[in-house]
Nanobody, 131 residues
Framework: VQLQASGGGLVQAGGSLRLSCVAS????????MGWFRQAPGKEREFVAA????????YYTDSVKGRFTISRDNAKNMVYLQMNSLKPEDTAVYYC?????????????????????????WGQGTQVTVSS
């Protein structure tokens, strides 16, 4: 599957952005979806994830209450609504997909946080928050 992220930009602190990620290719399969980010000089870190059905969501502590992940499987889209943005949210944001081979399996929360569990990555979109 190929992933294309968009929606980044420059925003003032306290503002909002909505990132989008469209999937193409083997979209008939099931995927957990995640958003990660990488700031200059830092490792790529987990931001949010949503399971293949859209029934469960996961967030890193620093974005809880400010960011919302959602998906529209009919459109092969995943979104990250980012509100109350802070300068420390500045990073390149990547969407990622983890192919689900068995939808009956249940995963621990920490599974979704692991960068290594994701099979496919988009190219990233820059988010810059000015103070």
């Amino acid at each position: 599957v190929q992933l294309q992220a968009s929606g980044g930009g420059l925003v003032q602190a306290g503002g909002s952005l909505r990132l989008s990620c469209v999937a193409s290719g083997h979209t008939s399969r099931n995927y957990h979806m995640g958003w990660f980010r990488q700031a200059p000089g830092k490792e790529r870190e987990f931001v949010a994830a949503i399971d293949w059905s859209g029934g469960s969501t996961y967030y890193t502590d620093s974005v809880k209450g400010r960011f919302t992940i959602s998906r529209d499987n009919a459109k092969n889209m995943v979104y990250l609504q980012m509100n109350s943005l802070k300068p420390e949210d500045t990073a390149v944001y990547y969407c990622a997909a983890d192919e689900v081979l068995n939808i009956r399996l249940r995963y621990s929360d920490t599974y979704y946080y692991q960068r290594s569990e994701y099979d496919y990555w988009g190219q990233g979109t820059q988010v810059t928050v000015s103070s």
